[in-house]
């Protein structure tokens, strides 16, 4: 038994059932796109440990400056005192948000999930409506406020009601509606006032994804994003904006949904702000974040150790210009799937902004019917030839690598694809 079983059998033994493995794969280490399992083999990573690991593995400025902190404190309970790097940290952040954001305050967490939570709380604190909105096939955590508005897969909510009062409505993902993009952008902003009218003044705030994740890596039309921002402000409902997994830089922008010229009220971050380590950020518009002492706040917000593996990501991508190159290299790796679309049968739709790429996996193109048996081929074929992918929707599969991805390496992942769905293919 090989070392990396002897571990997924002690796992499986102790850990919950509840989390979701799609490979017998134990990691080992990693250096820049690349992981090594318990066995030492060596994997090329499209997956980011789920868009995170936007510099890359042990990069080296954050591994320095998280030695460097651990030597002076790990934690210091910011919450209760006062301490200089998380403001450091809080003040570079805001120094790359758009106006007005740039002018707004923070509020530290510790993950994606907890972001929203506090973006939610925010909102009905501040608006004092009973409800909010959320999209089909969103994904905005697991704890219970967030969880409320998710509604990316049965098995995330099943079981666990009653929620929070949260309005669903269609999100444009015009392929599956078999419509025209711009056809769907408007059904579904009709659907969304709708909604906003039925609600009448009770509405805190409307959290939309510029991006959705989980849900299917399901790119919006400009103008839905655009329509959505002016139905908020003609109904004065709050656009909480979750920027989670499409944040720092993954798409080009800071955040996802500046590609789209629209500007929220509140903004979620996590995922890849912490370099590796758990941290997370809601950040809200000058004059909203007003509330009492005491009203929200946490015990590891704005950890040390966090916020010095941060500033220092922050930092490195700023400095290696990787914004620019998750455009780059996004735009090749979408010309040469879209290259793929045409010679294979079950890719049916390609689509994405700079290094947050989703591939629709399908039984036909015809029909469309999502293909998840072809999906799972795939994917698993793809780690035996040493690819990590990972799946999102219903037959979806996504690519999201460290942001400093070379185009070299782009080849050598597209070319493991090019020849998995070439085994698919003859396989039919």
């Known amino acids: 038994m090989s070392k990396s079983d002897k571990i997924i059998k002690r796992d499986m033994r102790i850990l919950s059932t509840s989390m979701t493995r799609d490979y017998p794969y134990a990691f080992k280490k990693g250096r820049g796109c690349y992981i090594w399992d318990e066995d030492n083999k060596k994997y090329l990573d499209f997956a980011a440990s789920i868009a995170t690991m936007n510099v890359g593995y042990t990069n080296p400025d954050v591994v320095k400056a998280i030695k460097k902190q651990a030597e ?23 120094g790359n948000m758009p106006k007005p954001l740039n002018k707004g305050r923070v509020f530290f967490s510790n ?14 604190w501040a608006k004092r409506g009973k409800y909010v909105i959320a999209f089909d096939h969103s994904f905005h955590g697991r704890t219970m406020g ?13 079981g666990f009601a009653p929620f929070l009062p949260v309005k669903h409505v269609p999100y444009p993902y015009w392929y599956r509606m078999k419509m ?7 059904f579904c902003l009709r659907e969304l006032e709708k909604t906003m009218k039925l609600l009448d003044g009770e509405c805190s705030a409307l959290f939309i ?29 709050l656009m909480c904006d979750d920027e989670v997994q499409a944040g720092c830089w993954r798409t080009g922008k800071f955040l996802g949904i500046e590609n789209f010229s629209v500007t929220p009220d509140i903004v979620s971050l996590a995922k890849a702000l912490g370099g590796g380590l758990p941290l997370g950020l809601m950040i809200a518009k000058p004059g909203l974040m007003k509330w009492p002492k005491s009203a929200h706040s946490n015990t590891f917000g704005g ?16 400095k290696k210009k990787l914004g620019q190159n998750a455009v780059r290299v996004g735009n090749y790796i979408m010309k040469r799937l879209n290259e793929m679309k045409e010679k ?31 999906r799972e081929f795939i994917m698993y074929k793809s780690y035996e030839n040493r690819l990590i992918m990972l799946g999102a929707g219903t037959s979806v599969i996504r690519i999201c690598p460290a942001l400093n991805i070379t185009r070299a390496q782009a080849d050598a992942g597209l070319n493991v694809l090019d020849k998995v769905f070439h085994m698919l293919h003859h396989k039919k």
């Open 111 to 124: 993950s994606g999930t907890e972001s929203v939570e506090a973006a939610l709380k925010l909102a009905k």
């Open 344 to 374: 294979y049968e079950c890719l049916g739709d390609v689509r994405g902004l700079g290094l947050m790429i989703g591939m629709e996996i399908v039984q036909n193109k015809k029909s469309r019917k999502p293909g998840k048996a072809e």
């Open 146 to 158: 967030a969880l409320s508005m998710t509604f990316s897969k049965p098995v995330q909510r099943a």
């Open 72 to 94: 002076k404190g790990t934690h210091c309970a910011f919450p209760d005192f006062y301490a200089e790097l998380p403001v450091r940290f809080a003040e570079t952040v805001l």
């Open 303 to 318: 950890n040390l150790l966090s916020c010095a593996a941060g500033l220092a990501t922050l930092n490195y991508i700023k």
């Open 209 to 237: 994804e510029p991006i959705q994740g989980e849900g299917g890596y399901v790119v919006p039309p400009k103008s839905f994003m655009k329509g959505a921002r002016k139905l908020c402000d003609d109904y004065d409902i």
């Open 180 to 186: 025209e993009p711009e056809e769907c952008s408007q």
